[in-house]
């Protein structure tokens, strides 16, 4: 009877366990029945395209909302709820400007800048998609991202060239952001992305 007890939770956490296909799928039907007025389309597991009418296209990727279903099936509900708002967001704004005021320094380590040059060089998107960061040490680099309420999106140089801005100028105006103090409700926003993001 034990056996059969152990047997039915593993089967059950088994099932919980959805693959990259059948979660990019459930993540693309919630973000279509939250942005109804753009196509959402699976490119490939863990990957997205939005699109309007007029021809505007934003790429979605689920890498992280994956990672972390992984680690807790059982708040996929949650997870996805949390990740559609960020990727809303997004694709709502995502041929807006900068806000020079939201530009935040996360350091990451070499190995991370590896794994996205790859994701990049797999998902045929070479030169399409350069993220700014420079060295700050021999073991970790600076990427420049901006950060909002519900999303932080890291920088491409096209985002600098739509904004007037060079990389000179972007750890002055990341280093006067960390140096304004947060509200209370913004504060305990950053804190619970701190796990994903290593602050500078």
Not at 44 to 57: A, I, K, N, V, Y
Not at 184 to 189: F, H, L, P, Q, Y
């Amino acid at each position: 009877m034990l056996l059969t007890c152990v047997s039915a939770l593993v089967g059950c956490r088994q099932r919980e366990l959805l693959s990259p296909a059948r979660f990019t799928q459930h993540f693309a039907k919630q973000l279509g029945q939250a942005i109804p007025d753009r196509t959402v389309t699976v490119l490939r597991d863990l990957e997205l395209r939005t699109s309007t009418r007029e021809g505007h296209e934003t790429r979605v990727f689920l890498d992280n909302a994956y990672n972390e279903f992984k680690r807790d099936p059982a708040s996929i509900d949650v997870i996805v709820t949390r990740f559609v708002a960020s990727a809303m967001e997004t694709v709502v704004t995502g041929g807006s400007l900068v806000q020079r005021n939201r530009i935040i320094p996360v350091i990451k380590d070499r190995a991370w800048l590896e794994g996205i040059r790859s994701t990049i060089h797999e998902r045929g998107m070479a030169g399409k998609t350069a993220q700014v960061w420079e060295d700050y040490n021999e073991e970790l680099v600076i990427f420049y991202a901006e950060d909002s309420p519900k999303n932080i999106r890291y920088l491409t140089e096209g985002d600098l060239r739509g904004a007037g801005l060079t990389k000179a100028d972007l750890r002055p105006l990341a280093n006067s952001k960390l140096a304004r103090p947060a509200a209370g409700n913004r504060a305990a926003g950053e804190r619970r992305r701190v796990h994903d993001h290593r602050r500078w």
